[in-house]
């Protein structure tokens, strides 16, 4: 797993453990504020230069656990602060860093008195052994690193040189190698150890080994591709993957060493000594056995999908054909039906009223007629059905494979999916006299029930199709699947949630009753004031007419001085190649360095080929073309791949965008857009094309072609800090919050903007409980209903509005369950999407998710107040939408090539391919903020009037001067020098 020779950690990063950290008022509340008994040690120093460095020896001790080295100065600050509690002034500690005798008996007496000691052969195997634990669990050695650091200081050891401390991590590294290589080992008994190894050669007539074979797609959503899933699953299952190896191995590391596997090839994996080789192996079949569950299960409900999309074509073509003689028998049938009951009320002869209306004869007649089409004909179930052979061909051996599990109302599904799988087995062609039917919902019972008997096709798919929509709700589990886990087994155990709570920085109160207390006073109080307010029509845009709130639509106030400012900036951009503004980018951020090999862990050695790799992501051209545009004879497509292969992944495509994100933040102009605490979020849509496109999804949105979204988060400053791949068929809501607590940067955000495909109550719910204020645009925000403490006539004007009394029962009761749930979740135990996309689908039967959706009906209220009441947050809302809108755009052009379609196969190449999007127009913005800083300072140096108020409009999201298109060369030696810029245009 990793390469013993050479360093460990890049020269920057040795600076990052090395250099006095940046110190802010935390920091120097935390560890430079000297109490009374410092104040009483430092004052027996006699001379003021004494006293503010033994003071400045004291504090940086305690610190960072070592001595400042020679020709080491301490930050600014910190002498000032220590000066000034001393009442000395900082200059004379000059005096004192000359004096070096004095330092290191001063640094000697403060060692002694405060326990500090130099670290012993033994305090480093102590140490190493203390690492070995950690390094199990992830062997990155910058955690490390900044774990071990840690500990030495917390045991009082002086901090040694860093090539001692790099020592330990690698040691330490080592042994965590050895031990994971050890568990995985244990189970290969006999002859498994040879079977694994075999896994690596050719088998049999195959010119590809086992190995190969299991990685390799199986194509789009068909009965024959579930078999040959299934076909893998049980060849996997020949070895030891479903014993409780995972229980001795943290799920990162078996994570870690199964990438490792996937990204080698065969005959790479055979030059490992064994006892690895074989750990790595046992790791990808790990992964592989809850890999293949899930995606034999994900088939078989695209496959039940489109079934019923079939069936709602043929009914749907039926009716075409035959649709309009029906249509004219229904026109008479209820004109007839209107003139009896009209005679009835009348007391008129009612012949004579049908007579009136139509011919009796042709009464008669329509009556006789041959029945145009049953109803039968119509019910798209009935053309479904027609496709019982398609699912049969692979439902037994899918019931075969898996055991299910459910509760409740679930159960009696279990029951019939246990029944089905032992006629399969006894190969029976009917039914008992008694099924389990509870589950059988309304629009099959007309199938499933026919003439008091069960119908065991219709039965059969029915129960299949009910098993897919049940474990997308959670309501049934399976065992050895990572995706369709029991709902509880994805929260932090009880009794262990508690403890991390504290850890977590949540401020969640301890008890509902407490909640309420803060809350009750609030709502009640917004309540009546908006009511008030209605009532005396002081609302901006704001009124109720016939019981429905009337909204005007808010316009977002940009000073005409805005557009002819942002043309005159955008004029003196330099016109720059988009390789060339990569370089830049990077000699400013050295984001590339954020790309390390995941074997090695070591950056690369061309970082102009790994840019290429990258904009070949960014510009959808794909590697094999961008090669072909590149004249460069070292960049050839295998060149390419290799990098993709080891260096281009989520993990280090986070980090690198973490690296431009947090250079933005910090430049002048981007403070005048936001101060980094605010976001917003959207789904882009791209179509799938070639042979992408049996992987994509449809969705009615956006028309009949399949395609996927790049769901991107934005902040204030126009950084796109998060971007994943969502499927088009499900609604953004979900994702929501995924961007706000796993981008790796440093933005703190607080406030978030959606607009409604983002929102539910239970986003709502779960962003209050994480501490973000969530602040969606609700499309007909006039219509949605408000939910009190209170019946809604103790609110005026707002009865019309409120929907029904909160059940505040139902979120007591299950309180502890919801600070489980924000805590698993704070904690990365699960995901926010997947805990989402559960619990948001039967919410009926889940009382946690009724609970949420409760909860997230009282902050829902809470903001329609707001919204109601503060024009301003409506207009902030949506200027931080337009900035995702703008973002889109910018994408739009950047991601040209193939007409914008994606053509990948995999989830993995689509991720690649969405993250390398927006690191590319991540460092676009990032050049453009610089440059359009620099265009500001040379007009207003030109004596032009230039406001802040004007520039806090302009967006740095433009392209019109950046060349997309042409061959790929890079110009190292045309980057400008440290500190210095292209010249700007005039």
């Not at 049908?354 to 008669?364: F, R, T």
């Not at 029945?371 to 049969?392: C, F, M, N, T, W």
């Amino acid at each position: 797993m990793q390469n013993s020779s050479g360093f460990l950690f890049t020269s920057a990063q040795r600076d990052q453990f090395t250099r006095f950290p940046e110190i802010d008022e935390r920091t120097l509340s935390r560890y430079y504020l000297l109490d009374a008994a410092d104040l009483r040690l430092v004052r027996e120093r006699r001379r003021d230069f004494n006293k503010l460095g033994f003071a400045v020896q004291l504090t940086v001790l305690r610190h960072l656990g070592r001595a400042l080295r020679p020709g080491e100065m301490p930050p600014e600050a910190v002498l000032a602060y220590l000066a000034e509690q001393l009442r000395v002034d900082s200059a004379c500690y000059t005096q004192y860093a000359a004096r070096e005798p004095t330092r290191r008996e001063h640094f000697a007496t403060l060692c002694q008195r405060l326990g500090y000691v130099e670290l012993s052969r033994r305090q480093g195997a102590e140490l190493r052994d203390w690492l070995v634990p950690l390094a199990v669990v992830t062997d990155q050695p910058f955690p490390l690193m900044s774990a071990l650091m840690d500990e030495v200081r917390r045991r009082h050891l002086l901090v040694p040189r860093f090539s001692v401390l790099e020592r330990l991590v690698r040691s330490a590294r080592v042994r965590a190698d050895q031990h994971t290589y050890g568990v995985l080992n244990l189970p290969l008994k006999g002859d498994l150890a040879e079977r694994v190894d075999a896994l690596l050669s050719p088998h049999g007539d195959e010119p590809v080994s086992r190995f190969a074979w299991l990685a390799r797609p199986v194509g789009a959503p068909k009965p024959k591709h579930i078999l040959t899933l299934l076909d893998k699953l049980a060849f996997v299952r020949t070895f030891p993957v479903q014993s409780n190896l995972q229980a001795f191995l943290p799920q990162s590391r078996l994570e870690h060493l199964a990438e490792e596997a996937r990204r080698l090839s065969a005959s790479h994996l055979a030059d490992f000594e064994p006892r690895r080789r074989r750990a790595t192996l046992m790791a990808r079949l790990l992964d592989l056995s809850e890999t293949l569950t899930d995606a034999v299960l994900d088939m078989h409900d695209r496959v039940m999908v489109s079934l019923l999309r079939e069936g709602e074509r043929g009914a749907a073509e039926v009716f075409g054909q035959q649709g309009s003689p029906l249509v004219e028998q229904f026109g008479t049938f209820k004109s007839v039906c209107a003139a009896v009951i009209a005679a009835r009320e009348q007391g008129a002869d009612p012949y004579q009223a049908i007579e009136a209306v139509v011919n009796w004869q042709q009464l008669v007649e329509t009556m006789r007629e041959k029945e145009v089409v049953s109803a039968e004909q119509l019910d798209p179930l009935h053309h479904a059905i027609k496709g019982y052979a398609k699912v049969r061909s692979y439902a037994p051996r899918l019931l075969a494979a898996f055991t299910f599990h459910a509760e409740g109302k679930a159960a009696p599904l279990v029951e019939a999916l246990n029944l089905l799988r032992e006629m399969y087995v006894a190969n029976k062609r009917t039914l008992p006299e008694h099924v389990p039917i509870s589950f059988v919902r309304q629009k099959w019972a007309g199938q499933v029930f026919r003439e008091g008997t069960v119908d065991r096709r219709a039965y059969e798919l029915c129960v299949l199709d009910e098993l897919r929509l049940a474990l997308r709700a959670g309501d049934v589990w399976v065992t050895g699947s990572r995706k369709y886990k029991d709902l509880d087994a994805y929260l932090l155990p009880q009794g262990t949630w508690q403890k991390r709570l504290s850890e977590l920085s949540l401020d969640l109160p301890e008890t509902f009753d407490a909640f309420w207390a803060a809350t009750e006073p609030r709502l009640t109080e917004q309540l009546r004031e908006v009511a008030d307010l209605l009532a005396k029509g002081a609302l901006s845009s704001v009124s109720v007419q016939r019981g429905r709130l009337r909204i005007g639509k808010v316009t977002r106030a940009v000073p005409d001085e805005v557009e002819p400012l942002g043309r005159r900036l955008s004029a003196r951009l330099p016109r720059v190649k988009i390789t060339d503004l990569l370089l830049e980018v990077n000699a400013w951020t050295r984001f590339t360095g954020a790309f390390l090999n995941l074997h090695s862990g070591k950056e690369v050695e061309r970082h102009d080929h790994l840019l290429t790799a990258i904009l070949a992501d960014g510009l959808n051209l794909g590697l094999t073309k961008m090669a072909e545009a590149s004249p460069d004879p070292g960049m050839t497509a295998r060149r390419l791949m290799y990098l993709a292969d080891w260096f281009l992944r989520p993990d280090s495509y986070a980090a690198g965008l973490a690296e431009l994100v947090n250079f933005q933040s910090k430049l002048p102009l981007a403070a005048l857009w936001g101060d980094g605490t605010t976001s917003s979020s959207d789904g882009q849509r791209f179509p799938t094309g070639g042979r992408g496109k049996t992987f994509g999804h449809l969705n009615a949105k956006y028309g009949r072609e399949p395609g996927i979204l790049f769901y991107t988060h934005v902040s204030d400053q126009y950084a796109p800090f998060h971007t994943k791949v969502i499927t088009a068929n499900v609604r953004d809501a979900l994702h929501v919050l995924d961007g706000l607590l796993y981008h790796l940067s440093e933005l703190k955000i607080k406030e978030h903007y959606t607009d409604t495909a983002g929102y539910t109550e239970q986003v709502f719910a779960l962003c209050h409980l994480l501490g973000f204020r969530f602040a969606p645009r609700i499309r007909d925000l006039g219509e949605t209903r408000l939910y009190t403490p209170e019946v809604g006539s103790a609110y005026g004007l707002l009865e019309p509005l409120v929907a029904q009394r909160l059940n505040l029962r139902l979120i007591r009761e299950h309180w502890d369950e919801l600070r489980r749930l924000t805590t698993s979740i704070k904690a990365g135990t699960v995901t926010a999407s997947l805990m989402l996309s559960k619990l948001a689908s039967y919410p009926r039967q889940n009382g946690l998710a009724l609970a949420l959706r409760e909860l997230g009906r009282v902050q829902r209220t809470l903001f329609t107040l707001e919204w109601l009441r503060d024009p301003e947050s409506r207009r902030r809302v949506l200027a931080g939408l337009n900035k995702g809108e703008a973002l889109h755009a910018l994408k739009r052009a950047v991601a040209f090539h193939r007409s914008g379609e994606i053509r990948d196969q995999s989830f993995e190449a689509q991720s690649n391919r969405a993250s390398g999007l927006n690191l590319v127009t991540t460092a676009i913005t990032v050049w453009n903020t610089v440059y359009l800083g620099r265009a500001v300072e040379a007009l207003r140096a030109e004596g032009v009037d230039v406001p802040d108020d004007l520039l806090a409009h302009v967006s740095p999201l433009g392209w019109e001067h950046i060349g997309l298109t042409g061959d790929y060369v890079w110009h190292p030696e045309g980057v400008p020098a440290k500190g210095a810029y292209r010249a700007l245009r005039e």
